[in-house]
């Protein structure tokens, strides 16, 4: 079983080897530094349980808004990236939904926005087949070697609904119960009897 925890200080240099194996777009040291500074809550990090190797991250951070009055708080993922034997586990799912719910319950974050290279065939099932991201705008000739962007947004929704369920069902007494919102049916059930 892998962990998926927040990212700290100590696993910026494992986080650049999984990018530098991974993709063409590579970030310095400083960039990896300046992100976890501005946003320390924004990386997951995938590792193994015994040797803490780190396997997978995902970075995403909040977006700036040219008008706060009009626009709403929204996220944007950087950079996710999974080592080659750990891929199609389901480890960038898991990661990506942490980010979904760190930037909704941290920042309000109403959506998440990202990039995926056209031809990445990998990363578009994972973000709109699994995911649920929906396509908003192409950018054509966006990356350096001219290939096109999907620019794709998808709601925070979701994570937030589960992670308040999941707080009500504990309140409860009853963390046990396996559907989101099963907490409230036991609980009036209860009321009932009394
Ligand atoms: C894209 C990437 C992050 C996916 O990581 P992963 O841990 O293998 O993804 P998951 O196991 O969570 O899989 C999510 C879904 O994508 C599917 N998928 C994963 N790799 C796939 C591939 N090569 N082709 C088609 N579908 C693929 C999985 O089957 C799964 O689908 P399901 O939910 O219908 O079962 C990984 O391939 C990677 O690190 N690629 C290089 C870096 C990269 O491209 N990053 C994205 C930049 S935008």
């Known amino acids: 079983m892998v962990n998926c925890?927040?990212?700290?200080?100590?696993?910026?240099?494992?986080?650049?080897?999984?990018?530098?194996t991974n993709l063409p777009e590579n970030y310095s040291m400083r960039f990896y530094l300046y992100h976890y500074l501005v946003n320390p809550e924004m990386i997951q990090i995938a590792e193994l349980p015994h040797s803490h190797k780190v396997i997978g991250y995902v970075m995403s951070r909040m977006q700036e808004r040219n008008n706060i009055q009009k626009e709403p708080p929204y996220g944007g993922i950087t950079s996710v990236s999974i080592l080659r034997t750990y891929r199609k586990m389901g480890i960038a799912h898991r990661l990506m939904?942490?980010?979904h719910r760190a930037m909704g319950e941290?920042?309000?974050?109403?959506?998440?926005?990202?990039?995926?290279?056209?031809t990445n065939t990998a990363a578009k099932h994972l973000y709109l087949k699994t995911m649920g991201y929906h396509l908003h705008e192409p950018h054509i000739e966006y990356y350096a070697d001219g290939e096109?962007?999907?620019?794709?947004?998808?709601?925070?929704?979701r994570e937030l609904f589960e992670h308040v369920s999941r707080k009500y069902?504990?309140?409860d007494g009853n963390q046990q119960t396996g559907e989101p919102g099963g907490g409230e049916g036991k609980s009036k059930k209860r009321r009932k009897k009394k």
């Open 5 to 20: 925890r927040p990212g700290t200080f100590l696993d910026l240099i494992s986080m650049q080897n999984c990018n530098l």
């Open 97 to 99: 939904r942490c980010a």
């Open 106 to 118: 941290i920042y309000g974050a109403e959506y998440v926005s990202l990039h995926v290279r056209e």
């Open 148 to 157: 096109t962007a999907y620019e794709l947004h998808c709601s925070t929704k």
């Open 169 to 171: 069902r504990a309140k």
